[in-house]
């Protein structure tokens, strides 16, 4: 019997939200999951950049909505990111937790797509 993958989310606070209401919840998935595409991309541009102010900016932006997922492995991370200072020194351990978050939020839009 193959393993069923660890979910990386919880919907138990949008289903709170909107009790009996699953074209609500439909819609909320859908509508994150556009938007987690839209910033992994801005993300992206701003890595290449260097511009880790508006990074933090975005995640700063991102943390209700992935808090009302329930995907508590990327509100982790973003706390972290927003307790960093940004510096030079800070750099390589920044990337890493946005490249573990970027991978994180693909995982979950994978997983959020199969509902």
């Known amino acids: 019997m193959e393993n069923m993958p660890e979910?990386?989310?919880d919907l138990k606070e949008l289903r709170a939200i909107a009790p009996d209401d699953e074209?609500?919840?439909k819609e909320m998935i859908a509508?994150?999951?556009s938007q987690n595409e839209t910033t992994l991309q801005e993300i992206e541009v701003y890595t290449?950049?260097?511009d880790y102010a508006k990074i933090k900016a975005i995640?700063?932006?991102m943390k209700a909505p992935v808090m009302v997922m329930g995907v508590t492995q990327v509100s982790e991370i973003i706390l972290q990111v927003e307790k960093m200072e940004l510096s030079a020194m800070n750099e390589p351990v920044f990337l890493d937790f946005i490249?573990?978050?970027s991978n994180i939020l693909l995982a979950?839009?994978?997983q959020l797509r199969s509902i």
């Open 31 to 33: 509508l994150f999951v």
């Open 99 to 101: 490249l573990k978050l």
């Open 59 to 61: 995640l700063h932006k």
């Open 108 to 110: 979950v839009n994978d």
């Open 23 to 25: 074209s609500f919840v």
């Open 7 to 9: 979910l990386l989310y």
């Open 48 to 50: 290449e950049s260097r």
